[in-house]
């Protein structure tokens, strides 16, 4: 089945770019997003790529899709210390049914 | 607008005691319904998912059960918790017809410890 991997941890200063890599393994996910968990809390959806498109940009939010070597990457811009949270990207393979994949999520840690 | 509740938010049980979340999802028909389980440090790992009333597919083997009594509810039980059942649960919702991005919305989650 499918497995999406994630690093662990990520430290970036305020106003810096923050870039958080995803690797996962099932080429047949039409969709791959990113979600976002903010303390004791539950996930937001923050985007979502078309698995035919190379990149999607939403205003802060960059997302990098290389196919070939199933690689999925978010840039956030200008990182602000409300952006600290656990990120996960998750991908849907083809099953026929909606059963999204996590990776282990990157908690993201903005200092000031 | 469509909305998800998840209760209770915070859970401290015995070992042994039984359990039961629930979770309903308003403004929506015949949704398809997930059972989430993020144990600490890491990932989330789908317990239970269901398309419709008293259908429910599990995912792994475990302690836990799913049920489905009306179409907007889905209940996570256990007869008797173990300590390996400590986590947080998140119930979540996407629309019943699959098409496009199907986008997967999550409730709040309950925090469960089990001592």
């Known amino acids: 089945g499918e497995d999406v991997e994630q690093s662990l941890f990520l430290s970036v200063r305020e106003g810096d770019s923050s870039v958080i890599n995803c690797t996962y393994t099932?080429?047949?996910?039409?969709?791959l997003y990113w979600y976002k968990q903010e303390p004791g809390a539950g996930l937001q959806l923050l985007t979502y790529i078309f698995s035919n498109m190379d990149m999607k940009q939403d205003q802060r939010l960059t997302v990098l899709l290389n196919k070939k070597d199933k690689h999925l990457s978010l840039r956030i811009a200008d990182t602000q210390t409300g952006d600290s949270a656990i990120y996960f990207c998750?991908?849907?393979?083809?099953?026929?049914?909606?059963?999204?994949?996590f990776g282990t999520g990157t908690r993201l840690l903005v200092s000031p | 607008s469509q909305t998800i509740h998840q209760w209770p938010a915070t859970l401290v049980q015995p070992v042994g005691s039984p359990l039961s979340l629930e979770c309903t999802v308003e403004?929506?028909?015949?949704?398809?319904l997930y059972w989430y389980r993020q144990a600490a440090g890491r990932g989330l790992q789908l317990l239970f998912y269901s398309v419709g009333i008293g259908q429910i597919s599990s995912e792994v083997p475990q302690n836990l059960s799913a049920s489905r009594p009306q179409d907007r509810q889905f209940i996570l039980s256990s007869k008797k918790l173990l300590l390996s059942d400590s986590g947080f649960y998140l119930c979540?919702?996407?629309?019943?017809?699959?098409?496009?991005?199907?986008?997967?919305?999550f409730g709040a989650g309950s925090r469960l410890t089990v001592l």
């Open positions: 099932d080429s047949s996910s039409t969709y």
């Open positions: 979540a919702w996407t629309e019943g017809q699959y098409s496009g991005a199907n986008v997967l919305t």
């Open positions: 403004g929506t028909s015949n949704p398809n």
């Open positions: 998750a991908g849907a393979p083809n099953t026929g049914f909606q059963k999204l994949v």
